[in-house]
């Protein structure tokens, strides 16, 4: 069974930087499109950003120049900086394999002001 296992989430002060990291067992990342998303209590679940097989990524506009999501392939690994975090920044970080619609367990973010 494919498992997604996030790790790196914490509390933190508003302008501090935390990584996220999303590790895939049974399961090659190199070939399928990774994202994280993150949901606040009562709220929706949003895409912060996408890292592509092909190399491409893409942000949500509010993280945009202050997240940055990476992949190392042959460690079956997603990462997320976030710099300049905000108390809005506040949620629970899920990793996400889009093709075959795997799930990490999720992993909380505070951001204290």
Known sequence: QVQLVESGGGSVQAGESLRLSCTASRSEIRIT?????R???????DLVAVSRRDGRTDYGDSVKGRFTISRDNDKNTVYLEMNDLKPEDTAVYYCNDRFRAYW???????VSP
Not at 39 to 45: C, D, E, F, T, V
Request: charged share 15%; proline share 5%; glycine share 16%.
């Open 33 to 37: 499109d990774m994202a994280w998303y």
């Open 104 to 110: 990490g367990q999720g992993i909380q973010v505070t």
């Open 39 to 45: 949901q606040a209590p009562g709220k929706s679940r």
